[in-house]
């Protein structure tokens, strides 16, 4: 069964701290991204890997980066939090084999920054 | 400019009626579209998808879509929905090498 873990439900953090949000896929997939979801926004791409130690940014980059050392796992750092990226984030892998294939998702991790 | 455009953000319908929830894309994004549904507190999951062939596509908890070449349209319909069907659903489709997803039309089913 394909599974997408995100390593908290919930976070709360203050401005200006360093975040880590982990990923890991079970399902041997090359490809990982990053997302964070808003309100009246949908989903918009932060950044996306399509092998161990590559990354590439997405459509909202500032702010984030991200690492990628272990082909299942794929993290999402904030280096100094700010209010405004308080958001749900969320994780998808999908597999490099083949193309337009589907992109399981993680349950997500919802970010407070105060 | 947006690429897949969803124009209800909230859908109310009772029970048993039937729904549809509009996607429209722009000619910028491939004609590679997909339906996910977020059920509350979860991730998104694949509903259907679009590829080729059929212009009606099939999928899962009897959901169905047809992609409209002539309207740039790919809408989403259920004859009869459920409370389970409670949810937000986005439209995405392909532009390049990432998916490009609407902003989410929240259906709400009523008893």
């Known amino acids: 069964d394909v599974k997408v873990t995100q390593s908290s439900r919930y976070l709360v953090k203050r401005t200006g701290e360093k975040v880590f949000l982990e990923c890991v896929q079970d399902?041997?997939?090359?490809?990982m991204f990053w997302y964070r979801q808003d309100p009246g926004l949908g989903l918009r791409l932060i950044y996306f890997?399509?092998?161990?130690?590559?990354?590439e940014k997405g459509d909202i980059p500032e702010g984030y980066s991200v690492s990628r050392e272990k082909k299942e796992r794929f993290s999402l750092i904030l280096e100094s939090a700010s209010t405004n990226q308080t958001s749900m984030y969320l994780c998808?892998?999908?597999?490099?084999?083949?193309?337009?294939?589907?992109?399981?998702f993680g349950p997500g991790t919802r970010l407070t920054v105060l | 400019a947006q690429s897949v455009t969803q124009l209800d953000s909230q859908v109310p319908v009772f029970e048993e009626a039937p729904v549809e929830l509009r996607c429209n894309y722009s000619s910028s994004v491939s004609v590679y579209l997909f339906w996910y549904v977020q059920y509350p507190n979860q991730g998104l999951q694949l509903l259907l998808k679009y590829l080729s062939g059929s212009t009606l596509v099939k999928g899962i908890n009897g959901f169905e879509a047809e992609f409209n070449k002539s309207q740039t349209s790919f809408h989403l319909r259920k004859p009869s929905v459920h409370i389970s069907d409670t949810a937000e659903y986005f439209c995405a489709a392909y532009n390049t090498d990432k998916l490009i997803f609407g902003t989410g039309t929240r259906l709400q089913v009523f008893p």
């Open positions: 998808a892998s999908e597999s490099g084999q083949g193309a337009l294939n589907e992109q399981f």
């Open positions: 399902m041997d997939h090359e490809n």
């Open positions: 890997s399509y092998d161990v130690k590559m990354k």
